[in-house]
């Protein structure tokens, strides 16, 4: 019998049994090996960034990348040039409210860095449909290393609400094959 005023009678402080200990023992030990994983795939993974970074006026930014259109601008689609640079070059794109600018044209095969940074505010860099995602935030140039290894037609989507006309950020980026 207990009630509010008599308290049940408990068992937790009995010695914790021995399958007990031997899942908190696994338990442990597979949260150190994912905690050694993160340093290590910091070095050794495919998937971070170059780590090349620095402050940039969003201004600045801009000048620099219409340097870089009109230097390299190949054509138009709808308004929108499309840039072809050399493989080896540094690609300026930006993100605003709401598009991003300009349109890439890749080699495949060839290396590239890939400046990304915005002009207004966070918008979230998601090329489809190949699975790479990146904040561009304003005020930072982000350059990515970047090696296509498949030719095609490739849209980048914004992934990260942005406003009224964040579903209709759509970018465009064509590698053409080698
Ligand atoms: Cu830009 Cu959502």
């Not at 009678?9 to 090996?33: D, H, L, N, S």
């Not at 300026?92 to 044209?105: E, S």
């Not at 005020?139 to 942005?162: H, M, Q, S, W």
């Amino acid at each position: 019998m207990h009630s509010g005023l008599v308290a049940p009678k408990g068992i937790w402080w009995k010695p914790a049994g021995r399958q007990e200990k031997v899942w908190i023992t696994v338990a442990f030990i597979w949260c150190m090996v994912l905690f050694a994983m993160m340093p290590f795939w910091h070095f050794k993974g495919g998937q971070n960034p170059a780590g090349i970074r620095h402050r940039v006026e969003p201004a600045k930014y801009q000048e620099r990348v219409n340097r870089f259109v009109q230097e390299y601008k190949v054509g138009e689609d709808t308004g929108m040039p499309v840039v072809q640079a050399p493989p080896g070059s540094e690609l300026y794109l930006l993100g605003r409210m709401w598009a991003w600018y300009p349109i890439l044209k890749l080699k495949e095969g060839a290396t590239y860095t890939l400046h990304l940074s915005s002009l207004d505010l966070n918008h979230g860099f998601s090329l489809f449909p190949v699975n790479i995602n990146f904040q561009i935030v304003p005020g930072y140039d982000y350059a990515l290393k970047i090696t296509p290894n498949i030719a095609g037609d490739f849209r980048i989507v914004c992934n990260e609400f942005c406003g009224i006309g964040h579903h209709l950020m759509v970018g465009k980026v064509i590698v053409d094959p080698k």
